[in-house]
């Protein structure tokens, strides 16, 4: 499985923005999904994860209730809406596919990151 996150940007605080990722194969509806992210000089951490049918969602206390991830199988796409966005979700943000802990760093595939940059 081939990812490709895309959809980084700058924003303001407090604006939204949303994220997208499509993964190569035709394997996608079996992985469970999920969102990290690595700011400077910090260790990566989990945003949020997706279950392969959509039904269960999982996300990280810092973005719970800003953030809503969700999967197109069909399109063999991810998204992530982020929205009241703060300076401190400033990050690198990478999808990964195919784990059997959704919040954990054990995925086995990894794509190459987007950039987002939220100004104060």
């Known amino acids: 499985v081939q990812l490709q996150a895309s959809g980084g940007g700058l924003r303001q605080a407090g604006d939204s923005l949303s994220l997208s990722c499509t993964a190569s194969g035709r394997t996608f509806s079996l992985h469970t999904m999920g969102w990290f992210r690595q700011a400077p000089g910090k260790e990566r951490e989990f945003v949020a994860a997706?279950?392969?049918?959509?039904?269960?969602?999982y996300y990280a206390d810092s973005v719970e209730g800003r953030f809503t991830i969700s999967r197109d199988n069909a399109k063999n796409t991810i998204y992530l809406q982020m929205n009241s966005l703060k300076p401190e979700d400033t990050a690198v943000y990478y999808c990964a596919a195919g784990t059997s802990s959704p919040r954990t760093n054990t995925y086995r595939y990894w794509g190459q990151g987007t950039q987002v940059t939220v100004s104060s």
């Open positions: 997706i279950s392969r049918s959509g039904t269960n969602t």
